[in-house]
């Protein structure tokens, strides 16, 4: 029609079609191009990213699917050429590999394992990058969206897909979901020196109304657990109606204090009480990060009189990272659950929506969650008696809220967001 816009491809916009400042870019210079580091997305941002992403394997049922004697096939290795086979992109061996091992504890044996980690980088790779920080207001909107390549896979396959063939979520579906919450908070080690020496929080109001909540951080030391700051803002926190705000910024300290402090933030209702948003900040990458075996995390199924039923976790001692959920008996399919690949602070309890299971069935659910070095640690939990043999000791340090929904943003209903 006349005088109608047409954008009539995409990228375009500029002298060129990776211009920044008009129009959409595809911003592949992590994975293809130059392969930066994950850890540089904001620096990679335009007015509209169109394109962006990351690989990582499919679920091991999705991988099993695909070999012709599932679990038992000589092929299920990950330098197989069987598995190989199912990667369609160009250089995936070195640039899965080189993404992995820049960033994660892994190994290639067993085969979960590296399941696990890929999923586990792609996650931490994608939920870094959305460059909500450059929705900063009227005027200073520059970056005006993002659309994550790829939703779903046509064939198994590993793949930039968040959910895989067999509509399988990866960890990364989750991450993603967090972060598009109408409400959330965020942190950055900002590296004036190296390392990072100042941690930078910002929040996101993607609502049409401004809010005010409750700030509250806390930092703990990685290896004992113990807390090392704990700060609540005198004033309320206002988050204005459709942007990112700055909130605070704090130092890190040394390079040994920062390579050792995890940091917790939260967004607390003023209202109700309730937290609307949370997160979890670590030192990167996470392969020199020294984490420590849980000593009392186990999962509690229970449901509410309106029969909604929750897992509840906590750990009171050390902070966890990565917190992966799985069922692999033959109803697992069926078993879905509001939140994922969850991150920790110490003396934190959340409850996480899930449908499918039942109250006693906490011996279904195999939990996995990263540990340093080239380890592992899977939990098979088939023993109720087993918790609480493991006394806390810096539960009484700890302020953080102690009972938490994990959905963020508008608190939503769990059961549609299980829908």
Excluded at 107 to 127: F, G, I, K, N
Excluded at 275 to 298: C, F, G, I, M, T
Excluded at 347 to 368: C, D, F, S, Y
């Amino acid at each position: 029609m006349p005088n109608t816009y047409y954008h009539f491809g995409s990228p375009f916009g500029g002298k060129t079609t990776s211009d920044p400042t008009v129009g959409d870019i595809h911003q592949w210079n992590i994975w293809h191009g130059t392969q930066e580091r994950y850890q540089e997305w904001d620096k990679l941002g335009g007015r509209f990213v169109a394109e962006f992403g990351m690989q990582a394997c499919p679920s091991v049922k999705t991988v099993d699917s695909f070999l012709l004697k599932g679990e038992c096939d000589p092929e299920r290795f990950v330098q197989s050429l069987t598995i190989d086979f199912h990667n369609k992109a160009v250089g995936h061996e070195r640039r899965l590999a080189a993404y992995t091992i820049e960033n994660i504890p892994y190994s290639h044996s067993p085969l979960d394992y590296y399941v696990y980690c890929t999923q586990l980088m792609q996650a931490e790779c994608l939920a870094t990058a959305l460059w909500k920080r450059d929705w900063k207001g009227p005027g200073r909107e520059q970056c005006g969206g993002a659309l994550v390549w790829q939703l779903n896979d046509c064939w198994p396959a590993q793949s930039w897909s968040i959910v895989d063939y067999h509509l399988q979520p990866k960890l990364a579906h989750y991450a993603i979901r967090r972060e598009l919450a109408d409400i959330t908070i965020n942190m950055k080690r900002a590296v004036h020196e190296i390392p990072a020496d100042k941690l930078q929080l910002f929040g996101t109001n993607l609502s049409l109304r401004s809010r005010k909540y409750i700030f509250h951080v806390q930092a703990w030391d990685i290896i004992t657990g113990k807390p090392t700051f704990l700060r609540i803002l005198d004033d309320l926190v206002r988050l204005p109606c459709n942007q990112s705000t700055e909130i605070a910024e704090y130092d890190l300290g040394n390079d040994e204090t920062e390579a050792r402090t995890v940091v917790a933030a939260w967004l607390i209702d003023s209202g109700g009480g309730y937290v609307d948003a949370r997160s979890v900040n670590w030192p990167e990458p996470l392969k020199y990060v020294h984490l420590q075996q849980p000593r009392d995390l186990y999962p509690d199924i229970f449901k509410l009189e309106c029969g909604m039923t929750f897992i509840a976790i906590e750990e009171r001692q050390v902070p966890v990272k990565g917190i992966a959920f799985e069922i692999n008996d033959e109803n697992g399919d069926a078993v879905v659950f509001e939140d994922n690949c969850i991150d920790l602070a110490p003396g934190e309890a959340l409850q996480i929506a899930v449908k499918g299971l039942a109250v006693g069935e906490e011996e279904r659910i195999t939990m996995r969650y990263l540990k340093a070095g080239i380890d592992l640690w899977k939990l098979s939990l088939f023993s109720p008696m087993a918790k609480g043999t493991s006394e806390p000791q810096n539960s009484s340090e700890c302020n953080v809220p102690k009972v938490q929904e994990v959905s963020q943003g508008n608190n939503t209903d769990p059961s549609a967001l299980l829908d």
